[in-house]
């Protein structure tokens, strides 16, 4: 494609991802209560205080006149990009296909099928995480203080935690879908392993929303087990391809008749 048609490509499917966000969103925006309520159980249990009648939730509070109102817009479009992942996820390959060989489309199926467990299991680990990552870091509040959060800055952390590990998960996937359309082969993923883990904790370093050892390691070690994972099962589709390869390769070299001698008289 001519690069003007590249970007209206990129135009069409970022419009397309953005409209299934937006719909998956009126879910997080009906079930606001309910999913404020999981995602606050590690500093307070929103649903028994209702229950109880009382007015604290633990050290957590809302500011300012358009706090709720930007809280809950916020969680609704987190639980839209979460909710419509195989839809967004299928957009990025989709903006990918048109590049790819006829037999290089139909792993898109493929790409979807795996892209979205993988994605859901990142934010699953990520939820599980959440509460072990609030009390490592409200533990270093001096004894003598107390430490006042400001809600929209703990859902911050929160759904950006969340988000995060949702995305990195997603390594391995793409890895073995570029060696699935050859793009790059097991050997040279393997290759620059030591970059490759140093890079990984580069990563989960810089983006993860605590920077504590504990959430990065949470992160940075199942990513590095996954990307030799990835290595090591694109070196066995390598060999695979290269084994139904040889067969044909010596049937046609069969089939070339020997180069007959020139007469010279």
């Not at 925006?29 to 205080?49: G, H, K």
């Not at 299928?90 to 790409?111: D, T, V």
């Not at 929209?152 to 935690?161: A, P």
Request: with cysteine; charged share 15%; hydrophobic share 55%.
């Amino acid at each position: 494609m001519p690069l003007l048609e590249h970007l209206a490509e990129f135009r069409k499917r970022m419009t397309r991802a953005v409209l299934f966000i937006g719909l998956f969103a009126l879910v997080g925006w009906f079930f606001y209560d309910p999913i404020v309520d999981q995602l606050t159980l590690p500093i307070c249990d929103l649903a028994e205080i209702r229950r109880t009648g009382s007015t604290e939730c633990g050290n957590l509070f809302v500011g300012g006149v358009l706090g709720p109102l930007n809280l809950k817009i916020k969680v609704a479009l987190i639980t839209g990009v979460i909710l419509s992942a195989p839809f967004w996820l299928y957009q990025f390959w989709a903006f990918i296909a048109p590049g790819l060989h006829n037999r290089e489309k139909r792993y898109s199926i493929g790409f979807i099928s795996v892209a979205t467990p993988f994605f859901a299991m990142g934010v699953a680990l990520g939820y599980f995480i959440l509460p072990l990552a609030v009390k490592v870091l409200l533990g270093f509040t001096p004894s003598s203080l107390d430490n006042l959060v400001r809600f929209d800055e703990y859902l911050d952390f929160v759904l950006r935690l969340i988000l995060v590990f949702g995305v990195a998960f997603e390594l391995p996937v793409i890895l073995v879908s570029l060696n699935l359309i050859g793009l790059v082969s097991g050997k040279a993923m393997i290759k620059p392993w030591r970059a490759a883990v140093f890079g990984i904790f580069f990563f989960t370093a810089a983006l993860t929303p605590t920077g504590d050892p504990l959430t990065m390691g949470a992160l940075a070690l199942p990513l590095t087990v996954l990307y030799f994972g990835a290595c090591g099962l694109s070196i066995v589709l390598d060999r695979r391809k290269k084994d139904r390869v040889a067969p044909i390769a010596d049937d046609v070299a069969g089939e070339i008749e020997s180069p007959a001698p020139i007469d010279e008289s």
